[in-house]
């Protein structure tokens, strides 16, 4: 029998005329429900919201698709912040996600459309908790940022299996300190390691890091600048030293594809290794693209698979 054929797509950050010309790209067509295709499955990397004007429009058609069985999704770190954001402890009544400046501005987009309508408001980030943490499939995994047995392998010890946000995990997730908090953090926003001597640099949202992400399954990076995940503008700011500690994760080539997003990447998509490719490359910015990878079984992946349209 044939594995399933997916088309994986990127994050998408509410833009929908995108998200519509990509879909389209890759043969899906709208049959007045939702976008379908006679022989294969979208598989969305999360990350559905904030920064782009069409936060509303993009939800529809992928909440559309997934309940047609046209699509899957797992969630992305802004799906988790949005959820935080909007719960409140339940012994303390403070929101588990701070209502700073800082964050504000950043769910400023999705806020606009639905905190206005609570009932609209309380279902959405409901919807948000259906979405799995990670998928593991016949023959590829999906995650947002990071494959790492040892939190996903936590995780199902405590959830009798499951692959879904509790609110108890969720409760414990916020919390720094708790291995919870560890094990989302790297999940969805990926592997961080601190930079050495104090020194910090500015995020694309123009935030002081004194931390990077950094390619979590790659031996070769051996520098704090070679070993950075993220914008290809940003690596000149990050310091070439020697790492100080492990940043590394195992990840094998004999072991099945995974897909991530999170990363901003920037240029021409190409895979990260043989068994390992990144679908952000950056759509919330002025020249950016959404992108998905055609995977049809294959165990090595190769850079022609990839689709992607311009930023509009």
Same mark, same amino acid.
């Given at each position: ?10 994050? +998408? ?12 790209? =890759? ?14 499955? +979208? +598989? ?35 799906? !988790? ?13 403070? @929101?588990?996600?701070?209502?700073? $400046? ?11 459309? @639905? ?9 959405? /980030?409901?919807?948000?908790? &259906?979405? *799995?943490? %990670? ?27 499951? &692959? ?14 708790? %291995? ?18 104090? !020194? ?11 931390? /990077?992400?950094?390619?979590? %399954? ?9 070993? !950075?995940?993220? *914008?290809? $503008?940003?690596?000149?700011?990050? *310091? ?7 940043? =590394?994760?195992?990840? &094998?080539? $004999?072991? *099945?594809?995974? !897909?991530?997003?999170? @990363? %901003? ?6 895979? =990260?290794?043989?068994? +390992? ?24 992946l190769i850079d022609e698979k990839y689709v992607w349209v311009e930023r509009n």
């Amino acid at each position: 029998m044939n594995k399933q054929s997916y088309d994986i797509i990127g994050d +998408i950050h509410g833009q929908a005329d995108e998200l519509i010309s990509l879909i389209t790209l =890759l043969g899906y067509k709208d049959d007045g429900k939702s976008y379908t295709h006679p022989e294969r499955k +979208i +598989i969305f990397l999360g990350d559905f919201i904030d920064r782009g004007s069409k936060q509303r429009e993009v939800l529809d058609i992928v909440k559309a698709m997934i309940e047609n069985g046209s699509a899957l999704s797992v969630m992305g770190n802004h799906e !988790f912040n949005a959820i935080a954001y909007f719960t409140k402890n339940s012994a303390t009544g403070e @929101y588990l996600r701070k209502h700073s $400046s800082k964050n504000i501005k950043q769910h400023k987009a999705f806020l606009d459309v @639905y905190e206005t309508n609570d009932k609209e408001y309380a279902c959405v /980030i409901n919807w948000f908790k &259906t979405l *799995p943490l %990670w998928l593991e499939l016949d023959g590829l995994r999906i995650v947002h940022a990071c494959w790492d047995y040892k939190w996903i392998n936590k995780i199902l010890d405590i959830s009798n299996g499951s &692959t879904y946000l509790t609110d108890e995990l969720l409760n414990k997730a916020t919390i720094e300190g708790n %291995w919870e908090f560890d094990a989302i953090e790297t999940l969805l926003k990926g592997k961080e390691i601190p930079l050495k001597n104090g !020194f910090s640099f500015k995020d694309k949202d123009g935030n002081e890091r004194h931390n /990077i992400r950094v390619r979590w %399954w790659d031996q070769s990076a051996s520098t704090y600048q070679s070993a !950075f995940m993220g *914008p290809e $503008s940003a690596r000149t700011h990050i *310091p070439d030293d020697e790492i100080e500690g492990d940043h =590394l994760i195992e990840y &094998t080539h $004999s072991e *099945p594809p995974v !897909f991530l997003g999170h @990363y %901003w990447m920037e240029g021409e998509p190409k895979v =990260l290794s043989k068994n +390992i490719a990144c679908l952000d490359f950056s759509i919330a910015k002025p020249g950016g693209k959404l992108v998905a990878y055609r995977w049809d079984g294959e165990t090595e992946l190769i850079d022609e698979k990839y689709v992607w349209v311009e930023r509009n």
